[in-house]
């Protein structure tokens, strides 16, 4: 089917301008990690901005384990049982962090988790247990794939990783090791996803919004508010360590500044802002635009992309007409695209800040009154 796609005409377009699988990937679980990022701040209004410890910690705790480095966890253990045991583990850690942590509210509160986060960051950066080189990172060393299914049922179960996995051949479609890790995760975030709707939705999640909207009147009203927001804690660095584990199970290898790095944390918060605050979809829709622009604007000359795309389309004779002062039109694309895709998403992001506040799904839920899901066949009707 790809291939199909990708031969036709606007197949081969569309495929120059899209992103890659290999870009879906980390897409997918990133956004994972920052619904659960999401589902502390956007829900209950405080910001942590050292939610990356329990992203690394769901990495780190899968990457040592499958090195024979934990102990009392033997290195054969299922790796959907390792993901189980890094949420649980991060949510111990988001209950040590948050007994201290929700003493304070407000900028209080992000700046201490921000410093737990930068402690473990150091401490892991410079811990010689880890591995020869702790700066460099974990690297996993078994070859095997790292299996996503059910546990004791090979038929039910699936390899992931960027360098090894599992293919598979179903009727006239041939997947790729890389398009499994893309299916395979995009399940284990869609059942995360619907586990935090389902709690959000109950009557623990609307007490979480009633903290958000006013904690005071929450507190008069008869909740210990503070518990409340000690569980919400544990739940998101749960889900934001199986988003960590994802990381360490498809890259087979992790570091510190892409998993404890308070930048991280910074990330996840741009996809929220982007995708719309408080709506946990959301995130995954402004990872997915922001990873999706900076693609597009890539200056890698291979791949999806409009520099790509350019340069094979604009043809020979254009691309070095002279425009001012020696300048072609070759050297002025290449100046103002080549590697600059960070400083267009940041330009974006303040437009993001300015002009939509309320995001991407924010707004639409806005136009359409209401959540997506129940307000839109309403609106298609019309136009039947």
Known sequence: ????????????????????????????????????????????????????????????????????????????TPYVVLLLLAGVVAA???????????????????????????????????????????????????MDGLNVGVPG????????????????????????????????VGLVVLGCYFAMQRILHSPFGRVMVAIRENEERAVAVGYDTFRYKLGAFAISAFFAAVAGGLLAGYQRSVSPEESFYFLVAGDALLAAIIGGFGTLAGPLYGHLFSETIKEFLSKAASGGGLLPYLREHLGEGLMTTELYGG???????????????????????????????????????????GPVAKRLPAHVRRYL
Request: hydrophobic share 50%; charged share 10%; aromatic share 14%.
């Open 1 to 76: 089917m790809h291939h199909v796609l990708v031969n036709s005409p606007v197949g081969a377009e569309a495929t120059m301008l899209l992103p890659r699988v290999e870009t879906m990937v980390p897409v997918l679980y990133f956004a994972l990690f920052a619904m659960s990022f999401d589902f502390i701040s956007g829900y209950t209004g405080y910001l942590s901005f050292g939610h990356a410890a329990f992203y690394g910690t769901g990495a780190y705790f899968v990457a040592l384990v499958t090195n024979g480095k934990v102990p009392f966890v033997p290195s054969g």
């Open 327 to 369: 300048m072609t039109v070759g050297t002025s694309i290449e100046t103002f695209l080549n590697g600059h895709a960070s400083l267009y998403v940041g330009a974006l992001f303040v437009l993001f800040v300015l002009f939509v506040p309320n995001g991407l799904l924010g707004t639409v839920r806005d136009r359409l009154g």
């Open 153 to 184: 049922v090979d038929a039910l179960n699936l390899a992931i990783g960027q360098l090894t996995g599992d293919e598979v051949s179903l009727a006239f479609v041939q997947l790729s090791a890389t398009e499994v890790s893309y299916y395979v």
């Open 92 to 142: 111990v850690l988001a209950l040590a962090i948050g007994a201290v942590s929700f003493r304070l509210t407000g900028v209080y509160f992000a700046m201490i988790t921000l410093g737990f986060a930068q402690v473990l960051y150091v401490l892991v950066r410079n811990w010689s247990y880890v591995g020869s080189n702790p700066r460099d990172g974990v690297f996993v060393d078994t």
